[in-house]
């Protein structure tokens, strides 16, 4: 990824929490056949490794995880976006020099993945997966709440994976490159729309 010092995140703790805010990733592996990628939720576990590990699980019938992989993996996380109009930039009315952009959080992920199909090891990735995506829930459904027999048997259709994370590029496009008037623009802009994402991506935009 392309990382520009005035964009570019390299503070841990700032990566680990826009990790955790991506809701799916994607999982990109390079095979003799050609790249492979898969759309998926992944747990980070922050303790574990200099940068974290990654878990997850892939449907069985999926053929990357039996498609050996060529060096290591990535694992694509991207944040809130939204497209930039050029109309709201202060600047446009000075002298017209100004073109259209995107804003943007993105993380990529890089290490060796590891597949597993242990029952215990799905079953644990399992647990924590629902458990982080139930807890805000005012009922929040539990893998208990179905029978183990019938837990056991979708275990079977899955395969796990663990990717240590040895290297992390991250970025926070968010008009920094921009005057502050021209930002303010933005912010105004984007605070207006119809869409949640432009008003998530209004109050990231760095005011001073």
Known sequence: MYLPAHFAVTETGEI?????ASRLATLVTATADGLIGTPLPLILN???GEHGTLYGHVARP???W???????????????????TPSWYVTKAEHGKVVPTW????VHAYGPVEFFEDADRLLDIVTRLTHLHERERAEAWQVSDAPEDFIRAQLRGIVGLRMPITRLD??????QNRKLE????VIAGLSTSDRAGDREVAAMIPTT
């Open 103 to 106: 804003n943007y959080v993105a």
């Open 182 to 185: 021209d930002r303010a623009g």
């Open 62 to 64: 999926n053929p990357q």
């Open 46 to 48: 922050e303790s574990e």
């Open 66 to 84: 039996k498609t050996p992989a060529i060096g290591e993996a990535m694992a694509i996380f991207a944040g809130p976006d939204a497209y930039v």
């Open 16 to 20: 680990h929490a826009a990790i955790r």
């Open 170 to 175: 991250a970025k926070r496009k968010m008009s």
